[in-house]
């Protein structure tokens, strides 16, 4: 018994030495020196957590089939819906983030959800946004919208959401 409260105890002082240290270590980094390059501090006129969060009207999230990349009807609907948001928002660049639900390794899920980006991409432009308002990243299942393990979550998981990057 003792050796456990021993033991409970030494973890909880490595816990709270970790946070200490990650403060300390966040301080400085704010502090360090630009090199020169400005950051842009304005803060975006649209909701950070993009068509994820439904607060930015008219860009709405494009979903997936289970291990699919490829985009049904439903999606292409969204994603035009996208185009024309950004055509009338013509100075807004966007950052296309795919998603996967929690199955499958973290290599192949990566890979998935920029298979999944650059599909919405692709169809982006072909229905008239320049590329260089366009720019994808794959989360794969780091980033869930629903914690659990049924389908309910794993098909709001699979998803393909949108953040202006101004």
Known sequence: MLRKLALGLVACAMVAGCKGKQTQSDQSIETLPTGGAAIDSSPLSFDPMGSDSGKIDGL??????????????A????I?????WMKKNSSVKVQIEGHCDARGTIEYNVALGERRANAVKAYMVSLGIPT???SVISYGKEK??????NEAAWAKNRRANFVPAQ
């Open 144 to 149: 869930p919208l629903e914690m659990g393990d």
């Open 80 to 84: 035009a819906s996208n185009v024309e």
């Open 132 to 134: 260089d308002r366009l």
């Open 75 to 78: 999606a292409k609907k969204d």
């Open 60 to 73: 709405v999230t494009v979903h997936f089939g289970y291990d699919k990349s490829n985009l049904d009807a």
